[in-house]
Structure formats: structure tokens, C-alpha cells
């Protein structure tokens, strides 16, 4: 994807999101426990900042998050916080060099890419805990995310701390994921210390996850309820789905 596409999903998600939490503050966000809408709005809003000192500073802020913040009305931190990243992205290239914890692409552009997917799914928890219809979601932006996280948070999560992987891929007999979507494929391979993720259909899996890319990125995300599933089919034993959802979860931490 075009950085400028990036920038404009990441408008329209937050749009979508801030008029989810604004119509019931007090809400339950049913994919995130324990959280209220203002909870999730408080949180986006502290990744804004995050990522926006980070960029200022060229390194991680430190004394996390500042005890300030908890003074400020959740959705004036959001919209707050949220003007400021803008105003970062739009003073700087995405090719900037900016520190970033995914080693392969320590620039601007990484952090553009990865607030586009944090706001297209909070948004999904946003609608969800406001009783809404979810809003459509591109499909090259569900692609993307599906491929962020399989490659960003989890192969090289367990490349780069495999320590936190170990129990959850110990017991891998080595299995292979078939990832389906109208308009892409990939194919996971899994074994005791290893994710490794490649493009394309395998010719045999051991797990396939098939379905429109919108409904696959909220499944990889587990962003779904019983009052609203995800329409994708999965075909697979269960120990061997449970294997894939314990890297996810780990990696999404």
C-alpha cells in the first residue's frame, strides 16, 4: 500500500472510532475484557503519543505512560493525541529513519503502517462495544494487516524473542497454515522454534482459513462475538488450531 493510502484509512478509522466511543463512553468492549469504551479510547490515545514521542525523542519514552495523562477526558486525549501524530507524519518523510521494535524496518513509514492497523481494529472494538454495524474494511487494508501481523508480530516475534515462544511451539509436530482470501494467499510453517511465513497457497495444509479479507483480519484478531461471527471457514484437528492461536496471541501481546 501507498503511504498516502495508509494516512487516508487511518482518517477514516478514526473518524469511525471516536463516534463509536462518544455514543456510549461507559460501553463494554466485548473483545477487549474488562475494558469500557473510554478504556479502548484512552489506550489509542496513549499509542498516539507513544509513537509520536518516540519519533520526537528518537527513542523510546521513558517514565511510561506520564501520570498526567490520567487527568485528561479519554476523548480529548484521543483527539488530542491524535492531531499531534498528524502533524508528525506530515513533517517527515515515511523514509525518515525513526526507532522502531521491528528490526527489519526501523523508519517513519513503519509507524504509519502500524497506526493505519491499530486504529482499523480498535475501531472494530469500538463499533462492537456501541452495539453498531461494523464499517467496511478495505480489502488492501485487511490484506495488510493480515500480513503484518503473521509477519511483523508473530515470525518475528519468535525470531527475534523466542524465549516467549518455546512452550507454545514445543510440542509442534511441524504443521503448515494455509491463509485464503479473495485476492491473497499465504502459507505458514510451524515446528519447535519456527514461523516462518511465505506467500502463496502450500500444495497440501494441515490447517486452511479461508474467507474475504476483511472477515480474515478480524479473525486473525480475534475480533469477533456470538452476535457477531467472523465468515470464514476453518478446516483443521484443534490441537493444531490451538498451536496457531497460542503464536497470535503471544505475539500480539
Not at 469500557?36 to 509520536?52: I, S
Not at 525523542?57 to 492531531?83: F, I, Q, V
Request: proline share 8%.
Amino acid at each position: 500500500m501507498e503511504f498516502s493510502r495508509y494516512l487516508d484509512c487511518l482518517s477514516a478509522d478514526f473518524a469511525r472510532l471516536r463516534a463509536a466511543v462518544a455514543a456510549d463512553p461507559g460501553a463494554d468492549v466485548p473483545t477487549c475484557p474488562g475494558w469500557t469504551a473510554a478504556d479502548l479510547a484512552r489506550h489509542v490515545g496513549q499509542v498516539y503519543m507513544h509513537k509520536t514521542l518516540g519519533m520526537r525523542l528518537g527513542h523510546e519514552p521513558e517514565d511510561w505512560p506520564p501520570k498526567s495523562l490520567a487527568d485528561e477526558e479519554p476523548l480529548d486525549l484521543l483527539d488530542r493525541t491524535y492531531a499531534e501524530l498528524r502533524v508528525e507524519f506530515a513533517a517527515r518523510n515515511p523514509a525518515d529513519p525513526t526507532g522502531t521494535w521491528y528490526e527489519p524496518d526501523q523508519t517513519v513509514g513503519f509507524w504509519i503502517r502500524r497506526m493505519a492497523q491499530e486504529t482499523v481494529v480498535h475501531r472494530i472494538d469500538g463499533e462492537l462495544a456501541a452495539g453498531r454495524p461494523l464499517g467496511p474494511i478495505p480489502d488492501d487494508l485487511a490484506i495488510d494487516g493480515v500480513d503484518e501481523l503473521l509477519r511483523c508480530f508473530v515470525a518475528f516475534g519468535v525470531s527475534a524473542w523466542s524465549e516467549y515462544f518455546t512452550e507454545a511451539l514445543a510440542g509442534s509436530p511441524g504443521r503448515v497454515y494455509a491463509f485464503h482470501t479473495d485476492a491473497a494467499a499465504w502459507h505458514v510453517h510451524t515446528a519447535p522454534g519456527t514461523f516462518e511465513v511465505h506467500d502463496g497457497a502450500p500444495e497440501t495444509a494441515d490447517v486452511t482459513i479461508s474467507g474475504a479479507p476483511a472477515e480474515l483480519l478480524r479473525w486473525v484478531w480475534n475480533r469477533h462475538t456470538p452476535q457477531n461471527p467472523v465468515a470464514v471457514t476453518v478446516q483443521g484437528p484443534q490441537d493444531a488450531l490451538d498451536e496457531l492461536h497460542r503464536c497470535i496471541v503471544i505475539g500480539t501481546q
